[in-house]
């Protein structure tokens, strides 16, 4: 059973950056692919980004450009690098693991973090 925790949200203002990391613990990291979806209020969970057990990376239109995933499997840590906020990424942001190669749907994870609360003021 693999358990994650993620941690780094917080309230900034747009423009601002943060960097959300997700710690894995119950499994080895590295066979799994990760991602990162969010979910504000009175929507539905959305994804973000993914990236795959070689570390190809794919990312929502929404935030192409401007966010970063990337992982270190030696700590077992996945990162979801912020930059150029804006209002519409308020959100908590959830990361997930999954046994397939790739996915974007939230049916393609078979794990979940409690998620991280991003707040970004306008």
């Known amino acids: 059973q693999v358990q994650l925790v993620e941690s780094g949200g917080g309230l900034v203002r747009t423009g601002a950056s943060l960097r959300l990391s997700c710690a894995a613990s119950?499994?080895?990291?590295?066979?799994?692919?990760m991602g990162w979806f969010r979910q504000a209020p009175g929507k539905e969970r959305e994804f973000v980004a993914h990236i795959t057990t070689r570390s190809s990376t794919f990312y929502a239109d929404s935030v192409k450009g401007r966010f970063t995933i990337s992982r270190d499997n030696a700590r077992n840590m996945v990162y979801l690098q912020m930059n150029s906020l804006k209002p519409e990424d308020t959100a908590v942001y959830s990361c997930a693991a999954s046994r397939k190669y790739w996915g974007v749907r939230p049916d393609d994870y078979d794990y979940w973090g409690q998620g991280t609360q991003v707040t970004v003021s306008s």
């Open positions: 119950g499994g080895t990291l590295s066979t799994f692919g």
